[in-house]
């Protein structure tokens, strides 16, 4: 079964401040998906990696994909409050089946 | 946008009920998923749906569970004897083709007492 790790699972932070959120799986994968979930809510979709080498960036978020050492990141600059949400990264397998990480809880301080 | 629609949003049912979740996935999608989520955990896969079958199904998936697409536009999710260990967030979700994202519902909270 493919397994697919995050860490940190907790990360709490200050306005402002920088910092990576990292993603490993564990077999050959072209696709990455990150996901963004506010408490209660359902999963928001914030990027779709298709290849090896893709780098794609929304406001403050910039998630980058690496195949060969199946190795997603998911950089945060200069946080702000709103980003407080838990962010989770799948990956599918042969037959589409999406494969969830752990997630880890981003909480911005001010 | 177009959106996955779930009902109902809560669900409560007592312990050996059967239960049934509804889904409106996206018009023109062809692939349709259920995921549940145990509060505090990951989002865990329970199957898969494409051309009128199941393409794939997961351990969580037994015998209790069962999904059918009824008409053209509803996708359901049936447990036929709940447990209290079924207590979890459910989430439909479809997909258009297969490099797409996922578009998933805003989910069923389903509670056994």
């Known amino acids: 079964e493919l397994k697919v790790e995050q860490n940190p699972l907790f990360l709490s932070m200050q306005e402002g401040k920088n910092y990576t959120i990292y993603c490993n799986y564990s077999?050959?994968?072209?696709?990455l998906y990150w996901y963004r979930q506010d408490p209660g809510k359902s999963l928001e979709s914030l990027f779709v990696?298709?290849?090896?080498?893709a780098v794609k960036q929304e406001g403050r978020l910039m998630a980058s994909l690496d195949t060969k050492a199946r190795l997603s990141t998911l950089h945060i600059t200069a946080a702000v409050h709103d980003l407080s949400a838990t962010y989770f990264c799948a990956v599918p397998n042969t037959g589409n089946q999406f494969y969830f990480g752990t997630g880890t809880s981003l909480t911005v301080i001010p | 946008e177009p959106e996955v629609t779930q009902t109902p949003s809560h669900q409560v049912t007592q312990m050996g009920q059967e239960v049934i979740l509804r889904c409106v996935p996206i018009?023109?999608?062809?692939?349709f998923y259920w995921y549940r989520q145990i509060l505090g955990q990951k989002v865990e896969f329970l199957v898969s749906?494409?051309?009128?079958?199941?393409?794939?199904k997961s351990e969580i998936f037994d015998d209790q569970f069962s999904v059918e697409r009824p008409d053209g536009s509803n996708f359901t999710l049936k447990i036929r004897s709940t447990k209290l260990e079924d207590s979890a967030m459910y989430f439909c979700?479809?997909?258009?083709?297969?490099?797409?994202?996922?578009?998933f519902g805003s989910g069923t909270q389903l509670s056994v007492l």
């Open positions: 077999t050959t994968s072209d696709r």
């Open positions: 018009s023109n999608h062809l692939y």
């Open positions: 979700a479809s997909g258009g083709v297969t490099y797409e994202k996922l578009f």
């Open positions: 749906f494409y051309n009128n079958e199941i393409s794939e």
């Open positions: 990696l298709l290849s090896n080498g």
